[in-house]
Structure formats: C-alpha cells, structure tokens
C-alpha cells in the first residue's frame, strides 16, 4: 500500500466555497456531523440512488467515501463473505434483502463495512426542489448550446448533474492534495450509453473545478460494470445502496405520518413504522462509534418555497436552515 498523506484537515471538514446559499448549509451540516480521516493515497467513491417510485416524494442518494489504502480488513471479511454465504455473484442490494442468502449475508456486511474509515453519507431529497444540479434554466442553456451530447429529461438531467454536485462537495470538503480519486456508479441512466457517459463526466468536471482548488491525482470514473468477477466494485456499491434504500424508506413513511414540516418530526423517525430490514439498517445508520461515519441529510420543501436542510438524528440537528430558492 502506499504511504498515506499527512493533511491538517483530516477528520473535520474543509468549508467548500460557493456562490449557491444551500452550500453553506452543507457546509454547516457536514461539519457538525463525525467525519472520518482520510489519509491514504487511493480514495474510492462509490454512489447508488433510491426513490425514484412515484410513491415516494423524496428521492436518496447514498454515497460513499473511504480511504482504500486503510481498508485491508473490510477487504479481508468480504472475501469471507464472498467465500461462506455469497458464493455466487449476487449483489446485495436494498430491494432484494428479503431473499434468504442476501438477508443472512446483512448483517456480517453491515460489520464488515464498519471497518472502513470513510464516510456514508444518503441525501434525501424533495422531488420538488429542482436545483442542487443546476435547475431549469441550467438546463436548458447546455441543451440550446449543444453542450450536452445525449438526449435528457429535465428530471434525469438534474438527478445526474446534483450527483455530481455532491461528490465534488465531498471531495473537495474531505480530501487532500495528491490524492487519486476514483468514484463507482451503479449501472444507471447516468452512464447508460457513450454519450450520456459524456455528458456526465463533463458535469462532473465542471463542479470538480469549481470547488478543488489544490492539485489532486488522478480523477477516473467507472460503473459497476467494470467488476472483474470479485465483485468488489458491486459490494462497495452496495453499502451506499442499501443505505439509500432504509433512508428513502424512512422519509417516506415520515412524510405520510407528518405531512408538510418533515425537518420538525425527523428525529423521532427511527420510531416510526418501517419494515424489518430498514429497522436494522436505520440502527446501522444512526450509529458513528465505529471508523465508518454515517451522515443522513434530508432536504426538504416548506410553505414558503424555500427549502430547509435537517441532519438525523439529533433534535439538536433539526433546526432548519433557510436557503435560496
């Protein structure tokens, strides 16, 4: 492995600078939450998104972030895994923890995935806010300069350009100079053909150098797909999928109980009726005593257009935060 970096900023979280009013929310957020400490040289992202169903009024993105130079023992337990319960090369994934192998496989991945120093970090989202990736107008100007290469709606456009949004705010709030970056997407809409590939990486630059203003290494970018039969691409995948998953369940649930002013009864959400597997996976998500941080963020709409940024699970946390429209 290579020798890791020394950063003054590792653990806290560098203030991201930015001319949009809800980035100095973020920053607000983030920073209150337990951060872990990434010194290594390789940083791996991997993200995965939830909600898209027209049930749910929010939609979760689930993204993490860890140091792979300091993460030998996941790796370790995950051939284990790999070796005794998952013997063939089914993934673990949020909507498919019923299934009997994967549902035994849950819980000794969970306390694998607390080995990792890193950051799990799901997103909750309000369908109805519609510029964390830029908004309307964003939009449309790429699309009439021919900037975009790919055919999209405003709603795939937006979910692909918010997150690359986020995963610039995260490295450029959590990583240090010289550092490799290398973020895994599941196979979606995001990289579903050569062009929208393009057109992705070319979002994800521009918010990259809006924000990273030291030089890093290496930027690749990969899906899944790129698994070469160890599957170790899909398990980190899976980590950010399933939490993605037992949080856009929650919110959902919350926001039938609570109806408008979810950010006043978000707290209390962990009591709330949910199924089984989202019970353990929202008890998982609430825990920070191990290497692997969890942050879960909901961004939610108010009576006065605005929208507010509440983090769970503390009622200390949930006092909202005003923002532009």
Not at 34 to 50: K, Y
Not at 232 to 250: H, K, P, T, V, Y
Not at 252 to 271: H, P
Not at 291 to 311: C, H, T, Y
Request: proline share 4%; aromatic share 8%; glycine share 6%.
């Amino acid at each position: 492995m290579n020798h890791p970096i020394e950063s003054s900023s590792a653990g806290e979280w560098r203030d991201v600078q930015s001319s949009l009013p809800w980035v100095a929310s973020f920053n607000k957020r983030i920073r209150e939450s337990s951060l872990p400490r990434l010194n290594g040289r390789e940083i791996i992202i991997a993200s995965d998104a939830s909600g898209q169903h027209r049930q749910n009024p929010f939609e979760v993105l689930g993204i993490l972030i860890l140091d792979f130079d300091a993460s030998l023992q996941f790796e370790v337990q995950r051939q284990v895994i790999r070796k005794e319960i998952l013997k063939d090369p089914r993934r673990l994934s949020f909507k498919k923890l019923d299934e009997p192998v994967r549902k035994r496989a849950l819980v000794p991945f969970l306390l694998a995935a607390d080995t990792i120093p890193g950051l799990c970090l799901c997103v909750a989202v309000n369908k109805r806010i519609t510029m964390l990736g830029g908004g309307p107008e964003f939009f449309e100007a790429l699309r009439q300069n021919r900037i975009l290469k790919a055919s999209w709606t405003f709603e795939s456009f937006e979910r692909m350009s918010r997150t690359a949004h986020f995963i610039s705010l995260l490295i450029a709030g959590l990583c240090s100079e010289g550092q490799n970056v290398a973020w895994i997407s599941d196979e979606d809409e995001m990289f579903e053909s050569p062009a929208k590939s393009e057109d992705t990486l070319r979002v994800l630059s521009t918010y990259f150098r809006m924000y990273v203003k030291w030089p890093m290494g290496r930027l690749r970018v990969g899906t899944t797909k790129l698994d070469e039969g160890d599957r170790f691409e899909e398990d980190f995948a899976a980590i950010a999928d399933i939490a993605a998953g037992a949080l856009g369940e929650l919110v959902m649930r919350v926001q039938k109980e609570a109806g408008e002013g979810i950010t006043e009864a978000i707290a209390a959400g962990l009591a709330t009726d949910v199924t089984g597997k989202s019970d353990l996976l929202l008890s998982w998500l609430a825990d920070n005593s191990h290497p692997l941080k969890r942050a879960s963020l909901v961004f939610d709409r108010r009576q006065d257009v605005k929208f507010s940024i509440a983090r769970i699970w503390s009622e200390r946390d949930i006092e909202p935060l005003d923002t532009a429209r």
